[in-house]
């Protein structure tokens, strides 16, 4: 019988700190650049795109975004290529020493694996 504090062997404890997501994350390196655009708001801000998942996306913004704020996200440089359009909910935004803020959001409708490669 396994002990409730224990996995085949392998202690909770030692799962601490670990990244548990679901999904695979994909890094944009460099950065994809974007617009956010806030519901019930006429407010647009950039946003460099950092990361990306079936799940959500990993914005950098130079202002906070309340979490729980539907998010409508455009991919892409505005010149030759053409924007994609997604809406997400953001879920937390976290202060970074530059003075942005790395913001986390959840697609309102999960990519597929085949919409995720082509964003990729």
Not at 38 to 65: H, M, P, R, T, W
Not at 72 to 89: C, M, Q, S
């Amino acid at each position: 019988m396994v002990n409730s504090t224990q996995t085949e062997g392998v202690r909770r404890s030692d799962f601490r700190g670990l990244n548990r997501r679901a999904r695979v994350r994909y890094r944009c390196s460099p950065p994809t650049p974007g617009r956010a655009f806030f519901a019930n708001s006429s407010k647009c801000v950039d946003a460099a795109v950092v990361d990306l998942s079936q799940g959500g996306v990993g914005l950098i913004l130079e202002s906070y975004v309340e979490p729980g704020t539907l998010v409508r996200i455009e991919l892409g440089d505005g010149g030759k290529e053409t924007y994609i359009d997604l809406v997400a909910n953001m879920t937390h935004a976290t202060p970074q020493k530059d003075g942005t803020w790395r913001c986390g959001c959840e697609w309102v409708h999960p990519l597929t694996e085949g919409e995720l490669q082509v964003l990729r």
